[in-house]
């Protein structure tokens, strides 16, 4: 199992993020995370990085810029964030039988074969096989979006 390297690839990907489908799916979908988690709209032009809370690319040991690709990432998101993954990688490599395979845990885009199209665990570091396995649990039909809701509301402790 292998992940679609989204850093090397980014000059093919960066075209179809202007795609309006595509932009409409990922602010409909990550506006109920945003919204149920803390009351906050996620509207276009905005990264789901910017909500990040987990701060987990303060572990990178690599120097420099962060890579284009890590602005559509977002900790503790995977499932309102796998039907924009799956548009973009169904317009980035069409000919592929692009899917959901999801679990209570993770959600992400599998090709039927060996080939992830997964932004979060990429990002983090944790291997493709290991984002297979946390996701495949059930698969939806090639090109099917899953269905996702408003995350749940945490308040504040006292």
Known sequence: MKYYDLQRNWPKVRPHLR??????????????FTWGRWRQKFRPGQF???????????DDPRPGRKPAFWRYTKHSACHWLVNFN????MLVRP?????IIT???HSTVWDGEDTL????????????????????????APGELL????????????
């Open 147 to 158: 269905m996702v809701y408003y995350a749940r509301h945490y308040k504040k402790e006292p």
């Open 86 to 89: 799956l548009r973009l990688a």
């Open 117 to 140: 199209f997964e932004f979060n665990y990429l990002a983090m570091g944790i291997p493709a096989m290991e984002c297979f396995n946390r996701a495949f649990d059930g698969q939806l």
């Open 19 to 32: 795609n309006r489908e595509l932009n409409d799916i990922l602010v409909r979908d990550f506006n109920k």
């Open 48 to 58: 789901p990085q910017e909500f990040e809370s987990c701060f987990w690319w303060l």
């Open 103 to 105: 679990s209570d845990e």
């Open 95 to 99: 000919k592929r039988k692009w899917h």
